[in-house]
């Protein structure tokens, strides 16, 4: 019987010495030397990788990366928005698979998302993980950031933004202003920005031509019918240093309040970051299987037809989905004067998200009265997502009465 033919390991450790006078031994050699070469322009490759500006923790093999503006941070284009889920494996997870940016808030699960992150990052290097938090303009703003860092363990966030600001005058307020700047001079964070739901043209521009702020986390998603103004302010940013980060990309999660027909959030991550000028997103995990799916968009941003279709899928089945655009188009419309656009916003937190302690912490902050449709028979607002605002806004209404400490 005829020995077995050597394979590769076994003929790298037995060595050329038996073979050297060999045509075989020629082939070897040769498939060997090209094997080298191989190895020698991978090395080449990589130190030319190590030449480019480096993400928190080093490039992860396929992952797509953009810098977040004049900040110089390096983002892959998907991280981890940390507002729905309390899990401290699911963070640690995302963390360890390369999402090097956690997002939260002071208000986020009653501060309890501050809480996890701060169990999740401690003890790894601090130039490993960029954090963002965010605290809303005004009275007790210093003692939130405060207790956001005391939550988080850190002595400076990454990125501080002034939460939820949707008109011009507030991003250029004076008072504003010199309050996030004195925090930045005191070194309780690297950067500062502002974050928007709505009207985000007005707001970005404003935050561009304000000159102190250096990133704006912005609504964004396929839905918006003010799409082009949208990436027109965002051009417009960009070239003046901003960073912008997307929020919002997966437009609710779903077309229907009974959560039968999702959105495919695959394919609306892959369309907000198909437009280059937007450094990463920041989307709401809450299962591993979300995190698997939005790991395959960090490294592949093509759409397919499929997805095309799926993303039109509202639009040939006349739904009218979760997820309110904020265009502020309905509030001249309200002879109430109703903070419509919030109260949607907690529509979508309530049956999108299944977020109801958050739908419940706006529905509270607006103290709107038990009906606060009373007194008009017939709802004047014409929704440009076809909303049937008045059933919408009675129902959410309802969670003012379920007492907070039943959400904690």
């Not at 912008?244 to 999702?262: E, N, S």
């Not at 998200?353 to 449709?373: F, G, I, K, M, S």
Request: charge should be positive; aromatic fraction near 6%.
């Amino acid at each position: 019987m005829g020995k077995s033919p050597l394979n590769r390991r076994e003929f790298l450790k037995a060595g050329l010495t038996g073979l050297a006078s060999t045509s075989a031994a020629a082939v070897l050699l040769a498939d060997e030397l090209k094997n080298k070469k191989s190895q020698t322009d991978k090395a080449a490759v990589s130190t030319n990788q190590d030449k480019l500006p480096q993400p928190p923790g080093g490039r992860r093999e396929g992952f797509i990366y953009r810098t977040l503006g004049r900040t110089g941070i390096v983002l892959p284009v998907v991280c981890m928005g940390v507002m729905n889920t309390d899990s401290y494996e699911l963070v640690r997870a995302a963390l360890d698979a390369g999402m090097v940016h956690l997002d939260t808030a002071h208000n986020y699960l009653r501060g309890r998302s501050e809480e996890v992150i701060g169990q999740v990052i401690k003890g790894r290097p601090r130039d490993s993980f960029v954090v963002a938090t965010k605290v809303p303009p005004g009275e007790g703003f210093n003692e939130k950031l405060n207790l956001s860092l005391k939550r988080l363990g850190l002595d400076y966030v990454d990125i501080l933004y002034l939460h939820n600001l949707t008109k011009r005058e507030v991003v250029l307020a004076p008072e504003n202003m010199a309050m996030i700047e004195a925090v930045k001079k005191a070194g309780k964070a690297r950067f500062i920005g502002v974050t928007t739901h709505a009207n985000e043209p007005e707001v970005i521009r404003a935050a561009a031509e304000a000159k102190i702020y250096d990133v704006v986390l912005s609504g964004y998603n396929f839905r918006k019918d003010y799409i082009k103004e949208l990436d027109a302010a965002i051009e417009e940013a960009t070239s003046a240093g901003l960073g912008i980060i997307a929020m919002k990309t997966l437009a609710g999660g779903f077309w229907d309040k009974q959560r039968t027909q999702p959105i495919n959030t695959k394919a609306a991550l892959k369309w907000a970051m198909n437009n280059a000028k937007v450094t990463t997103s920041v989307p709401g995990m809450t299962t591993f299987d979300q995190l698997k799916s939005n790991l395959e968009v960090v490294k592949d941003l093509k759409l397919t037809e499929q997805e095309l279709q799926d993303l039109k899928l509202g639009q040939i089945a006349n739904m009218s989905g979760l997820y309110c655009q904020g265009c502020q188009r309905c509030l001249p419309q309200c002879p109430k004067s109703l903070p419509i656009p919030d109260m949607m916003r907690a529509y979508m937190y309530a049956y999108g998200y299944r977020n109801l302690q958050a739908a419940h912490e706006v529905v509270t902050e607006l103290n709107l009265p038990d009906n606060p449709c009373a007194g008009c028979d017939e709802c004047s607002v014409s929704c440009a997502f076809r909303f049937n605002v008045r059933e919408r806004l009675v129902d959410v209404n309802r969670l003012k009465a379920v007492p907070g400490d039943f959400f904690a």
